[in-house]
């Protein structure tokens, strides 16, 4: 059997580590698929029903394996399908590579069916980009391809037209005019040098030594540092606040944990951020820069892998440039331990209080179903080595103060595109990658109802994922961002008929339960999670519970009321669950 050029990608790939890939095939892409079964043995093809799901699974293998993620489409809409989960990538410097095909090149610039020059609409999501040409390339634009991902956290295309993809693998039908040979290199990637200068280190010593009260903003590129972070923090006194996408970065009981920031944060959180004179931000590029210290009033060190990011949100005195494990184990013994605890202690009393008030929103006489009760019986039931994926929305602010890092627990979620969507294919890729773990995936309707046909591509594929549907009818964070505004919403809930996802999931062949009274919320979670194959839990939850930020600001509060004032239309039953909160809260 001639050996045809997509052979050659696909052993490539293979070489390099690369076991699954995530896609939908196409006429566009024959000649790839056919590659991927003559490897079959090295690389799997998972067959998803949407592409755009493929791309989420890529970014979602990436960020739970820390190894490139790999999706492939078909040429035209195959390809533009993919691009949301490529941003999910890009923004959250995930390294990916997408495939995708093209009209054989006799053909091209000839208004041919589903032409779309997929080079140039990826030209903004890819660090590197291009149109193989000629078998010959291959497989050297292979290595580049990969290596500039891992390099540059991002996201990778190589888009091959089909008359190249089945062409012989040895191929070369143009004559040699530069003095240059097809590309010959090696599928090997070496990762920079992970310690910051000495020079830099000593710097954030002296600044670090100095601090009355300290903080440690933590990010996601501190998650493999959990030591060195804990360690700093020990020597410090220092608090640490985590972003959502670093929230596995330290364990939410650790003493030092005073929970996230910014809207879905803590107050104990919020508060550090006004009160400590000096910031250590690692592995963190959080946007948000208003839930940031004023500039000028802290002293800030920074370290961070990208020289670019490196004073991008705070003006920071002392920068280092470096991995945040590497950079912290060499900052350590630099520092000089505080022996006076009583910053530290400050929150650590701050966090107990806030605790309390968040387990006593986990309410399960309330009804309608607490949506805070809902997550807090998945935190109570998961293994302490379970991954929870979540998507965007309210759903995001509930995980993120009721699920608890303990263990070996992780989180992921879309953190910088903050897209709807991918909490289900993001809980594919994580089983898939980690077949002996429980993985669970948080999601609300209308993200769920986005890509719900990936539940029957975990059913074809017996994986034993559960999927917990916080189900209000609405598109619950949109609804609040517009009352904040001061506006009464408007068009953001679904109306009648309710939604019951539980039949899409039996019919599926999945363990399928529709929730709608709180005495069963635990039991229902507990079935589902003890369950060999996929499983669903769709539970109507509270449509007016507002996920209030951890401390709320007076412009907050007065254009909440301007909401009520101009015709909020659930303004009695909105009043009700605030109500109903506080005398939780109160009564606990």
């Excluded at 008030?357 to 807090?376: D, K, T, V």
């Excluded at 507002?546 to 004032?565: H, I, S």
């Amino acid at each position: 059997m001639t050996e045809i050029a997509a052979e050659v990608l696909i052993r490539r790939l293979a070489d390099w580590g690369v076991d699954t890939v995530f896609g939908l095939p196409g006429d566009g892409i024959n000649g790839i698929m056919e590659g991927l079964r003559r490897q079959a043995d090295r690389v799997r093809f998972v067959l998803v029903h949407h592409e755009e799901a493929a791309a989420f699974m890529a970014a979602a293998h990436a960020k739970a394996t820390g190894r490139i993620g790999v999706c492939l489409a078909t040429s035209g809409p195959g390809g533009i399908h993919l691009l949301n989960g490529l941003y999910d990538a890009k923004l959250d410097h995930q390294p990916v590579l997408a495939i995708t095909g093209m009209q054989e090149t006799s053909v091209l610039g000839t208004g041919y069916q589903q032409e779309v020059h997929l080079d140039r609409l990826y030209e903004d999501v890819a660090e590197y980009n291009l149109v193989v040409d000629n078998p010959a390339q291959l497989p050297g634009v292979v290595d580049i391809a990969i290596r500039t991902a891992y390099a540059r956290r991002g996201v990778a295309h190589l888009c091959l037209p089909n008359d190249v993809q089945v062409a012989p693998a040895d191929a070369d039908p143009y004559q040699h005019v530069a003095p240059a040979r097809p590309p010959a290199t090696a599928p090997i990637y070496l990762s920079p040098p992970g310690v910051p200068r000495q020079e830099d280190l000593r710097a954030a010593a002296e600044v670090l030594n100095a601090a009355r009260r300290p903080a440690i903003l933590a990010g996601a590129g501190a998650l493999h540092a959990r030591e060195e972070v804990l360690a700093v923090a020990e020597a410090l006194g220092a608090p640490v606040i985590k972003t959502l996408p670093g929230k596995a970065v330290i364990p939410d009981d650790s003493p030092y944990a005073v929970g996230g920031i910014g809207l879905l944060g803590t107050k104990p959180g919020e508060e550090l951020v006004e009160d400590c004179d000096t910031l250590l931000m690692v592995g963190t590029n959080f946007p948000y820069t208003k839930h940031l210290p004023e500039p000028g009033k802290v002293r800030v060190v920074q370290i961070d892998a990208d020289p670019a990011r490196a004073g991008v949100r705070m003006p920071t005195e002392v920068p280092m440039v470096g991995d945040a494990k590497e950079g912290l184990a060499a900052l350590l013994p630099l520092l000089h331990r505080v022996d006076d605890r009583a910053h530290l202690e400050k929150y650590q009393k701050a966090m107990a209080e806030w605790r309390k008030n968040m387990a006593a929103l986990e309410n399960p006489e309330r009804a309608p179903i607490a949506p805070q009760y809902l997550i807090g019986c998945v935190d109570r039931a998961a293994s302490d080595d379970a991954i929870l994926t979540c998507d965007s929305g309210t759903i995001a602010t509930w995980a993120a103060r009721h699920w608890t890092i303990r263990g070996d627990r992780e989180f992921y979620l879309s953190g910088n595109l903050a897209t709807m969507a991918p909490g289900l294919p993001y809980a594919i890729a994580a089983q898939l990658a980690h077949p002996d773990r429980q993985v669970i995936a948080f999601i609300g309707d209308g993200g769920f109802a986005m890509l719900m046909a990936e539940f029957l591509t975990a059913a074809r594929l017996g994986l034993p994922i559960t999927v917990v549907v916080n189900n209000n009818d609405s598109l619950g964070q949109i609804l609040w961002e517009q009352m904040v505004l001061g506006y009464p919403e408007h068009g953001v809930r679904f109306g009648e008929p309710s939604s019951d996802f539980s039949a899409w999931a039996r019919s599926c062949g999945g363990y399928g339960r529709k929730v709608t009274d709180p005495a069963d919320v635990d039991e229902a979670v507990r079935q589902a999670l003890a369950h060999p194959g996929p499983a669903l839990v769709d539970v109507d939850v509270d449509p007016n519970e507002p996920p209030m930020p951890g401390k709320v600001a007076r412009d907050q509060a007065v254009k909440f009321a301007e909401a009520f004032l101009k015709g909020q239309p659930h303004k009695a039953a909105i009043a009700t669950t605030l109500f109903k909160d506080k005398i939780s809260q109160l009564g606990r």
